[in-house]
């Protein structure tokens, strides 16, 4: 039960991305081919409400539940682990017409391919921790 909260968050979100077409392979497509500005928009939005939020919690020193203060450590500033698993992460989101998150709202709406996406995405996963030595960091 103390997973209840978080089960009915994501309900939510996944009805929220579904109504605004976010999940939609047309969309998406769209977006790809630069005919559209919705996913642009949707995207930029969070990006924007992201950099707010930490913004936020860096300023106010926000505490999580537990009563501990939020500390945002910074990132390596190396490029080429960004460029290159951007890409990868673009070209499996293109190929698929989803990415991780939508790809089990999809499933959930019925669309019973996307279990052969995450099985995909589960592979690479595995692959990634194994070869994660072996990778730029």
Sequence with gaps: M???KFLLVGIFFGIV????????WYR???????QSFHMYGIIGSAVVLGAISVWAIKKFRVKSIEDQEIVLPPKNKSYTRYILGGSIFGLGWALAGACPGPMYILL???VFSMLIVI???TLGTF??????DKLPH
């Design 2 to 4: 103390k997973y209840l």
């Design 17 to 24: 991305l579904v109504k605004s077409e976010a999940v939609s």
């Design 28 to 34: 998406i497509f769209e977006m790809f081919k630069f």
């Design 108 to 110: 959930g709406t019925g």
């Design 119 to 121: 099985a995909a995405a």
């Design 127 to 132: 692959a990634y921790g194994l070869l994660r």
